[in-house]
Every structure is written in structure tokens, then in C-alpha cells.
């Protein structure tokens, strides 16, 4: 009784424990778990290294400072063109709204030619659009200067969390395959069974990273496409942009070839400007949802559906971190009923007579 009430006390410590802990990590699980991702994708470059560095803090060091290398050298680089390009855009909308005494009547008259096209088919003369255009225009306005702020507002966040994410993943370097023992003792496991867990997790964050790579892969080709066909400037660099921002979740692509067809409104090929908004939301924007699922659960062994829902989900929960969150939880959720199954068949098996037992019954 004493080592059952033992047992039962020790339960309720490690709950209460383990919710604190997660209160305490709750603002960096998403930095955390972004380290985990890249401590699996890259534990091959940190394998070979520490297999020619002896020193473990050494290795975990070159294989962290490497990391930020790879992703950091490409990051500025990127963000330092993109600032160039936004500015010869920004410089050259100055200079042509300057002409029509500034941005609002300037929209409004590239408007008109539109207008004027739909009015042969529609009749519009009992609506009064220009104060509706200058509505929504103010409130664009309005909405990328919220958006600006915004993001001058979670610069600090940012560095703080990709803090947290490459010190995490210094420890996870050094120290991954003590952790990983150190948990698979501590599941309440078979060491088989702890092992199967562990490698469906891996597996399945190795899928999502190979689908979001080739869903950035063809996404950023078909809007650098289409941006070389309009005659807009730099498609191979945005092309990279959009491949980048199929990450965010929900808006993903449609900030570079919404942006894009705005440049397009702008320069008063409108044409060319709704084209390209087609193309973007009936090709471009439904290859995520057809190549992550088919990559994921080709790698991952999940179903369709189930991916479907769990990127879905994921992202809505957590964000973009979500993208690699959902399908791990799909996968510990099939990891753990399959176990289930093989437990409940294991006893319907001892509990089955044999039979030679049944024979000596009668």
C-alpha cells in the first residue's frame, strides 16, 4: 500500500511539474521546437562532424554556427535586394503619383479605364464608385501602414526567438542522443515500442521539411514565371520570395503576386494585373494543397486526409511552426493506436484456450 501510494504521489508531482514547465516554456515552443526541426534535418552534418571533432561541445558549436551560416548568409542577402527592389518600386510610385497631386486620385484614375470596360456590359451609372474607391483605398493604405508598424514591432521578438532557437540547438547538437535515451527511458515503454515512437516523430518531420521544400520549389518557379511573362522586373528574385513566403501560413505566395499585380494596377496594365491574380490563386496557391499532402504522406505513411487536416490545423493552432506540429501529432496519434491494437491482440491471444487445453476441458 505504502509503494502504491508512493507511486501515485510521485504521478501527481511530475503532473503538476510538467505543467509548470510547460508555462514556463510556453513562449519559446515554437523557437524549441524549431530547433528540434533543424537538430533532425541537419544531425547528419553534426554526425560527421563530431565523428572527426572528439570534443562534443566542439562539434555541437561548428555544426550551430554552420546552421546559422546556411540559413542567415541567404536570409540577408535576400532581405537586402528585396529592400533595393521595394525602393526603386516606392521611388517610381512617388514620381508617378506625383503628376495626378498624389496616391488616392492617382488609383482612382487608373480605375477608370477598368470601370469604363465593365460599364459596357454593366450598367453603373446609378452607383457612385469613387467615394467607394477612395474607401478602399484609404483602408489599404491604413492596413499596410498597421502592417509596417507591426513588423517593426516583432523585430525584437524575432532575434529573441531565433536566440532561443540556435542556443536550444546547440544543447540538442551536444546532447540529442542522451536526450533521446533519457526519454525513451523515462516512456512507460517497451524499448521497441519507445524506438518505433521516436522514429515515426523523426520521419515525420523529415516529410514535412521535404514538402514544404518542394512546395516552395514549384511555387516560386510558377510565380517567377509568371512574372517573366508580364514583363515585371526581377522574376527570379521574387521567385525565390514567393518560394520563401509558402512558409507563412494562409497567406503564403499571395504577398509576392498580390504585390506584384498591384505594381501592375499601378503601371495601368490591368489586364496583366487580374491575369496574374488568376494565376495565382487557381494555379499557384493550389499547389500547396496538392504536392505538402502527396509529399508528406508518401514519407511519412499517413493518409491524404489525414495530412490534409493536419496541416489545416496545424497552422491555425500554432502557426507556422503548425506545418511541421499537425502531421507529428497525426503520426503519435497512429504510432499509439497501432500499439494499442497490437496489445489488445496480444491478450485476446493469451486469454484465447488452446487447443489442447479445450480437449482436456471436455
Known sequence: MRDHASTWFLIVVAAVALYLCYIIAKPFLNPI???????????????RIASRVRRPSIAASI???????????????LGITVTRELRQQYDWLRHETAAQGGLNPYLVHLLEAPLRFIGLYIDLSRFDLRPTLLEWVERASGYLVAIGANAVTNVFSF????????????????????????????????HEQARKLIA????????????????GL???????????????????????????????????????WVAGALVLLLQGHWVKAILLVAWGSAVVAQVDVLIRPYVVSGRARIHNLL???????????????????GPVVISITMVALDMLADINLLSQQMNQPREGEIRDAK
Not at 555544426?63 to 542577402?77: E, G, K
Open 218 to 256: 514549384a511555387q516560386g518557379s510558377l510565380t517567377g514565371l509568371a512574372f517573366w511573362v508580364l514583363g515585371l522586373s526581377s522574376p527570379v528574385l521574387w521567385g525565390v520570395v514567393a518560394g520563401m513566403a509558402s512558409l507563412i501560413p494562409l497567406v503564403g505566395t499571395g504577398i509576392v
Open 33 to 47: 521546437f524549431g530547433a528540434l526541426v533543424l537538430a533532425i534535418v541537419f544531425y547528419p552534418l553534426n554526425a
Open 200 to 215: 515515426s516523430v523523426q520521419q515525420t518531420i523529415l516529410a514535412s521539411v521535404h514538402g514544404g521544400i518542394a512546395v
Open 159 to 190: 532575434f529573441l526567438s531565433a536566440a532561443v532557437a540556435f542556443f536550444t540547438l546547440f544543447f540538442l547538437f551536444r546532447d540529442g542522443r542522451r536526450i533521446q535515451q533519457r526519454t525513451a527511458a523515462i516512456l512507460p515503454l517497451g
Open 307 to 325: 495530412i490534409f487536416f493536419a496541416l489545416l490545423g496545424g497552422m491555425r493552432a500554432f502557426g507556422i511552426m503548425g506545418i511541421f506540429i
Open 63 to 77: 555544426s550551430t554556427v554552420l546552421v546559422i551560416v546556411v540559413i542567415a548568409i541567404p536570409a540577408v542577402f
